[in-house]
């Protein structure tokens, strides 16, 4: 089976153009280095979503997990997953999860928000195109009001790079060019027996790229985990193949955000291991079988 490679692509300093914008050079080697690889390596046709309907994809137990319940090892023996889904209790989500659940919703309003103004004023107005983007309310929390701040800094950028390389550049054009993120793409897990009502966040760099925002964490190598998943279902649900995915860390210091963007070849090893997490839960579910707690609990986790 091919390796599946992690390409650290590391920043960190705000210097990229945005949050899950690569850089330039992050690009370029993107596109000659991390997908050509990709390519080279292949991927086992078993393995590629739109083979869900034969092992080891098809899902052996009708257990409609989340992705994030599959794909995230912050509980190591997946206790968490058993006491939500056994036990039925809902834990109150904790200060981490309340942050990165704000800063999602915070940038997916600021990305509709600089379309929005971007396809309302058209590249004919884009100095009040430009206007309307910093017109975005100021959020009360310090860390979005940071993010938000850099952004708006980053596609000013953009945008007048774009328009001064393609002075007869069209409005759908722009937006393509300065924002080619679907952030929440609906999708539907139930070829890969998850949840029928999943959300993912896309890079479009020619080639889809599954992205993966993570704010105030440091890099885990399960993380990896969920850009196999959502590239599965993907490749389920549109049957176009899916090779890499984005990691993004970013986190916030001294009033300064700080990223770092990894991006990860999504071989056969990759998938497997989240084809395996998915069994393994689904069966530790619909058995109820309690895996115990794990040695280090994180000190966050508080269940
Ligand atoms: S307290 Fe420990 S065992 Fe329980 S869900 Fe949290 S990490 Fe898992």
């Given at each position: 089976?091919?390796?599946?490679?992690?390409?650290?692509?590391?920043?960190?300093?705000?210097?990229?153009?945005?949050?899950?914008?690569?850089?330039?050079?992050?690009?370029?080697?993107?596109?000659?280095?991390?997908?050509?690889?990709?390519?080279?390596?292949?991927?086992?046709?078993?393995?590629?979503?739109?083979?869900?309907?034969?092992?080891?994809?098809l899902s052996p137990y009708e257990v409609p997990l989340?992705?994030?319940e599959v794909?995230?090892?912050?509980c190591?023996t997946g206790r968490d997953v058993y006491a939500r889904r056994v036990l039925g209790t809902?834990?109150?989500?904790?200060?981490?999860?309340?942050?990165?659940?704000?800063?999602?919703?915070?940038?997916?309003?600021?990305?509709?928000?600089?379309?929005?103004?971007?396809?309302?004023?058209?590249?004919?107005?884009?100095?009040?195109?430009?206007?309307?983007?910093?017109?975005?309310?100021?959020?009360?929390?310090?860390?979005?009001?940071?993010?938000?701040?850099?952004?708006?800094?980053?596609?000013?950028?953009?945008?007048?790079?774009?328009?001064?390389?393609?002075?007869?550049?069209?409005?759908?054009?722009?937006?393509?060019?300065?924002?080619?993120?679907?952030?929440?793409?609906?999708?539907?897990?139930?070829?890969?027996g998850l949840?029928?009502?999943?959300?993912?966040?896309?890079?479009?760099?020619?080639?889809?790229?599954?992205?993966?925002?993570?704010?105030?964490?440091?890099?885990?190598?399960?993380?990896?985990?969920?850009?196999?998943?959502?590239?599965?279902?993907?490749?389920?649900?549109?049957?176009?193949?899916?090779?890499?995915?984005?990691?993004?860390?970013?986190?916030?210091?001294?009033?300064?955000?700080?990223?770092?963007?990894?991006?990860?070849?999504?071989?056969?090893?990759?998938?497997?291991?989240?084809i395996e997490a998915r069994d393994e839960k689904q069966r530790m579910v619909a058995e109820a079988m309690d895996p115990g707690p794990?040695?280090?609990?994180?000190?966050?986790?508080?269940?």
């Amino acid at each position: 089976m091919a390796a599946s490679t992690a390409d650290s692509a590391a920043t960190s300093s705000p210097e990229g153009p945005e949050v899950f914008m690569p850089t330039t050079e992050e690009r370029k080697r993107l596109l000659r280095g991390v997908i050509p690889r990709a390519r080279r390596l292949g991927v086992d046709d078993t393995l590629r979503g739109w083979s869900w309907s034969a092992p080891p994809l098809l899902s052996p137990y009708e257990v409609p997990l989340g992705l994030s319940e599959v794909a995230s090892a912050y509980c190591e023996t997946g206790r968490d997953v058993y006491a939500r889904r056994v036990l039925g209790t809902e834990p109150e989500p904790n200060e981490k999860m309340l942050l990165g659940g704000s800063l999602h919703g915070t940038l997916r309003d600021w990305v509709v928000h600089a379309k929005r103004s971007l396809y309302a004023c058209g590249v004919g107005r884009i100095e009040e195109a430009l206007e309307r983007i910093r017109t975005f309310p100021a959020p009360e929390l310090p860390e979005a009001k940071t993010l938000l701040q850099y952004e708006t800094d980053a596609i000013e950028f953009r945008i007048r790079e774009a328009m001064s390389q393609f002075p007869r550049i069209g409005t759908d054009a722009i937006v393509a060019q300065v924002l080619p993120v679907t952030l929440g793409q609906m999708l539907d897990g139930a070829f890969l027996g998850l949840s029928r009502r999943l959300s993912t966040d896309l890079l479009n760099l020619g080639e889809p790229v599954v992205l993966d925002i993570i704010f105030d964490d440091e890099k885990r190598s399960f993380h990896r985990l969920t850009l196999a998943g959502y590239a599965l279902v993907l490749e389920a649900v549109y049957e176009f193949p899916v090779d890499v995915g984005l990691t993004v860390y970013a986190g916030f210091r001294d009033g300064r955000l700080r990223m770092e963007r990894e991006f990860t070849v999504l071989g056969d090893e990759v998938r497997m291991e989240f084809i395996e997490a998915r069994d393994e839960k689904q069966r530790m579910v619909a058995e109820a079988m309690d895996p115990g707690p794990c040695e280090g609990c994180e000190a966050w986790c508080g269940r």
